[in-house]
Nanobody, 125 residues
């Protein structure tokens, strides 16, 4: 089983920054597309960002484009989400996810095969 372990969530003031990390187990991590999703209370889980296995291609939700940056370090089996200019509406549980078999950067939850436990990000006004 692939284990995704997240860290970096917490409470931050609006306008501030936070960096989420997700450490993945498994020797095949480098071949996985990695993504970040989030889910606010009472809302559906939504796509945030994705990154190709090489790190050469990224995709972002319109709501975070220009503020969030996804990156990965395959040598460390890790993926990151740098969140800048945080807004109250960014408050959610953030999940990292791995897509083992897609050849594109999927925005759909069902395309991802492995999920982290989720980490709470709370942005205060």
């Amino acid at each position: 089983q692939v284990q995704l372990v997240e860290s970096g969530g917490g409470l931050v003031q609006a306008g501030g920054s936070l960096r989420l990390s997700c450490a993945a187990s498994g020797r095949t991590f480098s071949s996985y597309i990695m993504g970040w999703f989030r889910q606010a209370p009472g809302k559906e889980r939504e796509f945030v960002a994705a990154i190709s296995w090489s790190g050469g291609s990224t995709k972002y939700a319109d709501s975070v484009k220009g503020r969030f940056t996804i990156s990965r370090d395959n040598a460390k089996n890790s993926v990151f989400l740098q969140m800048n200019s945080l807004k109250v509406e960014d408050t959610a549980v953030y999940y990292c996810a791995a897509d083992r078999d897609s050849n594109y950067l999927a925005r759909v939850i069902g395309e991802y095969d492995y999920w982290g436990q989720g980490t709470q990000v709370t942005v205060s006004s």
